[in-house]
Nanobody, 124 residues
């Protein structure tokens, strides 16, 4: 079974950058759509960005547009989220998720496989 493990989170000042990684094992990601989600304290999990199995990128919400970039490297069986110009409101646990389907969706329920999340804290 596919397993996902996020890494790369941490404490960063506003305006800083982080690169999150999602490493997969148990299966190859070639035919999976991969999404990044985040969940801030007291809030529902929300879609951040998604990349399809055909490498089409979808960003969800204008809060991350132009600052976050999702990418995938099938050879490494991994997906990444480059986060720049981080803001206080970006503080959340970030999850990667996968579904054995070509296309993306911002819906949590669409995805079958989830990592445990990595904490991103943006604070001055």
């Amino acid at each position: 079974q596919l397993q996902l493990v996020e890494s790369g989170g941490g404490l960063v000042q506003p305006g800083g950058s982080l690169r999150l990684s999602c490493a997969a094992s148990g299966a190859t990601l070639d035919y999976y759509a991969i999404g990044w989600f985040r969940q801030a304290p007291g809030k529902e999990r929300e879609g951040v960005s998604c990349i399809s199995s055909t490498h089409t990128v979808r960003n969800y919400g204008d809060s991350v547009e132009g600052r976050f970039t999702i990418s995938r490297d099938n050879a490494k069986n991994a997906v990444y989220l480059q986060m720049n110009s981080l803001k206080l409101e970006d503080t959340a646990v970030y999850f990667c998720a996968a579904v054995d389907y070509y296309y993306c969706s911002p819906s949590v329920s669409f995805f079958d496989y989830w990592g445990q999340g990595t904490q991103v804290t943006v604070s001055s």
